[in-house]
């Protein structure tokens, strides 16, 4: 026996359209007069002198991420805390620091507490992610800084860099 089933029209149920609460976020932006509105970077002295406070004196490793302005002004900093020999740095929190600050370049900088002023492949590796995501995002990497207790180098003067 083939019998097909229909429904009927007392079988049929009435659905109401479905809605949904959906948080919505907005960003805005106010301009704070700080002490930090007055620091141009020029040079990698200039960020060494701003970012030993914060990373030459520590045991550990730790990063600055610089945000600047289009006329290299510092409008904002982060410090990320690390252990002993390394910092992890994720571009997305990263980004999502410098897009909040409305940054048109960024720096980065970090210790190394041991002393060795030679930049490890990890650093480099960071360095190139950053540089990539900076230029589609239109916020590029300028420099990234070295700090140790005696000297800062900077992998920008390196001729890596430039392979990027």
Not at 5 to 20: A, I, L, M, V
Not at 86 to 115: D, E, K, M
Request: proline share 5%; charged share 20%.
């Amino acid at each position: 026996m083939n019998t097909t089933q229909t429904d009927s029209p007392t079988d049929r149920k009435t659905t109401k359209p479905k809605t949904y609460t959906v948080q919505k976020f907005r960003l805005s932006y106010v301009k704070e007069t700080t002490r930090l509105n007055r620091i141009r970077i020029i040079n990698r002295n200039d960020v060494a002198d701003f970012c030993k406070q914060y990373l030459s004196p520590l045991p550990i490793e730790n990063v600055c991420i610089i945000a600047l302005d289009t006329g290299n002004n510092i409008i904002g900093y982060e410090a990320l805390e690390g252990a002993t020999n390394q910092c992890a740095i994720y571009p997305t929190n990263v980004f999502r620091f410098l897009l909040s600050a409305a940054a048109t370049s960024f720096i980065i900088s970090h210790n190394h507490p041991g002393g060795s002023s030679r930049p490890s492949e990890a650093d480099w590796n960071i360095t190139e992610r950053l540089q990539s995501i900076g230029k589609m995002l239109e916020i590029p990497l300028l420099d990234h800084i070295l700090i140790t207790e005696n000297d800062c180098i900077s992998l920008r003067e390196n001729s890596r860099w430039n392979q990027n």
